[in-house]
């Protein structure tokens, strides 16, 4: 059974990776409002990681079934009604008045990216020649990381230099999803020449890939947990432990964590995956005993950023070792089904973890709450770190063997 397109090349794959852009864009953009919604409606920490957590809460719901239905029935049946769903998340977003707007707002644009994490991604993958299919999985994680920082970075301009911020940037978004959603349906994917019609399954790799997909959780989930946080709490972070409010100031924050993300991959795309792995999890380690360090009160804002931007290396390095081992063992037509694995695994406790952190913020003060967070995330990095370098030696080997020729 095959998705892949007819005749692929990098090209039409790049093209895919803007369709994941487009979606990601608006999965974060709505960070820099939250300090400002907050203030205006009332609402306690609490209520805004609920908001955050609707989010995952529609994204893991999307993995549940997305996956699999992209492996059985075809890319386009899963990331067409994502992006309509990207597109009236927008439009929520551009008129919301009050915490019920942006849950549904946020939910539906979970929906879309669970979508879009398992079709767009897997897409991005299949429409790639079969000897560059290490290159498409970097073009589909830095396409991801890219689109999620910039968002953030939309919406703190347009706070800080625009009088109405949420049209502009919703606006914007809604027209940019609907583009997205053109270019998708024009994508030569094929759909399987024989799809399967067996039951529902919770979403997992082939049992013999199972070893290696859960290295790439083991790491990917500490760093994506981090990111959360900054994008649900760093800016009470900012604006109540180091007393900077500045929306464009969150924005960028969240921007450069994304950027970073984006950047170690390329920068260190010529390592192998085991390295990878483990300077992912060095990253969460470090990342989070900065986060103590700025919730101690002797913080400043550059410690918490130089916290973020470790938090984006963790996600992004973690993200991409995930899905080079899927894109180089996993055939295509359980692809889709593994992204999700992936990404439920790291999306749980990346939904848990700050929400909790924000109940425990109304009951014990902000500060008490950072530092528990960042030292259960900052134990799972360190375990992660020491269990898969052990675990692991003989990937190094397999690395070396997969390496991809220096010319197309």
């Known amino acids: 059974m095959s998705t892949q397109a007819s005749t692929p090349s990098l090209t039409k ?14 999965s974060n953009a709505a960070t820099p409002f939250y300090v400002q919604w907050q203030g205006t409606w009332g609402f306690s920490s609490g209520t805004l990681t609920i908001v955050f957590a609707t989010y995952i809460a529609g994204l893991i719901g999307a993995l549940l079934f997305a996956g699999r239905i992209a492996d059985r029935k075809g890319r386009k049946v899963v990331l067409i009604p994502g992006l309509a769903l990207s597109v009236a998340s927008s439009l929520i977003f551009l008129t919301a008045d009050n915490v019920l707007a942006l849950l549904f707002a946020r939910l539906f644009a979970g929906i879309a990216v669970g979508s879009i994490v398992t079709a767009g991604m897997a897409a991005v993958v299949d429409l790639a020649p079969e000897h560059r299919k290490r290159s498409a999985s970097l073009i589909a994680s830095a396409a991801m990381v890219l689109g999620a920082g910039v968002g953030p970075l939309l919406a703190g301009a347009a706070i800080s230099f625009t009088t109405t911020p949420q049209p502009v940037v919703f606006g914007a978004l809604a027209i940019t999803s609907a583009i997205a959603l053109v270019i998708a349906w024009s994508l030569p994917l094929q759909p399987p020449a024989n799809p399967s019609t067996s039951r529902w399954r919770f979403p997992a790799p082939p049992a013999e890939n199972r070893r290696e997909i859960s290295w790439g959780i083991a790491t990917f989930a500490p760093g994506i947990t981090a990111t959360s946080f900054v994008l649900s709490l760093g800016p009470s972070v900012l604006s109540k432990i180091l007393h900077q409010s500045d929306a464009l100031l969150a924005g960028l924050t969240a921007c450069c964590m994304f950027l970073a993300a984006t950047g170690i991959q390329f920068a260190l795309a010529k390592l192998s995956t085991r390295s990878h792995l483990l300077l992912s999890s060095s990253a969460a380690l470090a990342s989070m005993l900065l986060l103590i360090a700025t919730a101690s009160g002797a913080g400043t804002p550059s410690l918490f950023f130089a916290s973020a931007l470790l938090a984006g290396i963790a996600q992004g390095l973690g993200q991409l070792a995930g899905l080079t081992l899927i894109s180089t063992n996993v055939p295509s037509s359980h692809r889709a089904e593994s ?5 439920i695994a790291g999306y749980i406790p990346a939904a848990l973890l ?8 109304d009951q014990t003060g902000l500060p008490a709450a950072v530092s528990t967070f960042a030292v259960i995330l900052s134990a799972a990095a360190a375990i992660a770190l020491v269990t898969v370098r052990i675990s692991s030696k003989a990937l190094a080997t397999t690395d070396a063997e997969a390496k991809e020729p220096a010319t197309a």
């Open 13 to 26: 794959s790049i093209a895919a990776a803007l369709v994941v852009i487009a979606v990601f864009a608006l």
């Open 339 to 343: 992204n999700a694995a992936l990404n």
């Open 354 to 361: 700050p929400v909790l952190t924000g109940y425990l913020a």
